[in-house]
């Protein structure tokens, strides 16, 4: 009996029993419809009044509520009739529908899933990169005339360092001159991919450079830098457990999704062969 229940074909015989349970009671359509009756429940009833409810921040008035019975009576009619023609098969919106509602299934359990502070507090530790906040930093730019060589580039430092004002040194361009708070990311979405990284290793308080961009080279001067940094779970808990709540999922999914697949012999065509033909 030990080694019955411990079998992972018995695990996926219950896991199955309790997917397709949950199934009949969260699908919208009925279990097994009585050939030339359509009956909708209380349960149903009020689902449509509700619904009408958040859309229009008010209960249906009886009149209302009999339309869209009425309504829900037509759409099953034709529903069965789809059905009875065989207008179901080989739909790929009915197809896509239907694995969406499988997959809610699969994840159904994460969601009740409750975590707690010690869970989270490890899941934040597990993957700080995701939670951190980036490097961030505040500097002044100037963008040197094409062309400029050493020579110049030396000269316009020792002007800078000497107290000349930014704005009367340069070449004009449309960059802002001074940038606040800026991560490193959104720095190489205005200047190009990797400004951001040369600029975090230029001294603070002091004009240096030069630095090249997608419009050339700059002089800059960084006034201040906000090292990267893994905020505390009380400041992210919300993120944290919403992140938390998404692998989990994923998890429960992509283990359903094995389990189901390991149900049957599936054959493939070749892809070299089907894309040669």
Same mark, same amino acid.
Do not use: C
């Given at each position: ?29 009925? *279990? @097994? ?6 009956? $909708? ?7 449509? %009044? ?20 009425? *309504? ?10 789809? #059905?009875? +023609? ?8 009915? #197809?896509?529908?239907?694995? /969406?509602? $499988? ?6 359990? %994460? *969601?009740? +899933? ?17 939670? *951190?906040? &980036? ?21 316009? +430092? ?17 960059? &802002? ?22 600029? @975090?290793?230029? &001294? ?5 450079? &030069? ?30 457990? %919403?992140?938390? #709540?998404?692998? #989990? ?10 389990? /189901? ?17």
């Amino acid at each position: 009996m030990s080694s019955i229940l411990k079998s992972p074909l018995t695990h996926f015989a219950v896991l199955g029993g309790l997917v397709f349970a949950a199934y009949a009671l969260l699908s919208d359509a009925p *279990a @097994a419809p009585s050939e030339g009756v359509i009956k $909708m429940s209380e349960r149903d009833a009020r689902l449509l %009044a509700e619904q009408f409810a958040a859309t229009w921040n008010r209960p249906p008035t009886e009149a209302e509520l009999r339309g869209m019975m009425q *309504a829900w009576v037509l759409e099953e009619a034709y529903v069965r009739e789809a #059905r009875s +023609l065989g207008l179901d098969q080989g739909d790929a919106v009915i #197809r896509q529908r239907l694995k /969406l509602k $499988m997959e809610f299934l699969a994840e159904s359990d %994460a *969601a009740r +899933l409750e975590p707690s502070d010690a869970d989270l507090q490890a899941f934040l530790e597990a993957d700080a990169e995701r939670f *951190a906040k &980036p490097l961030r930093l505040s500097f002044e730019q100037i963008l040197l005339p094409s062309g400029a060589g050493e020579e110049d580039v030396a000269a316009t +430092l020792a002007e800078l360092r000497q107290g000349a004002r930014p704005s009367e040194i340069g070449a004009t361009n449309l960059l &802002p001159p001074r940038l606040d708070e800026m991560a490193v990311v959104a720095i190489d979405r205005v200047f190009g991919v990797g400004f951001g990284d040369a600029l @975090a290793g230029q &001294p603070l308080g002091h004009w240096s450079g &030069p630095i090249r961009s997608g419009y050339g080279q700059h002089l800059v001067r960084v006034s201040e830098r906000s090292e990267a940094a893994l905020p505390s779970l009380s400041d992210i808990r919300e993120r944290v457990e %919403a992140e938390w #709540r998404s692998v #989990r999922a994923r998890d429960s999914r992509d283990a359903f999704s094995d389990s /189901l697949l390991g149900r049957y012999s599936i054959t493939l065509p070749d892809a070299s062969a089907v894309l040669t033909e």
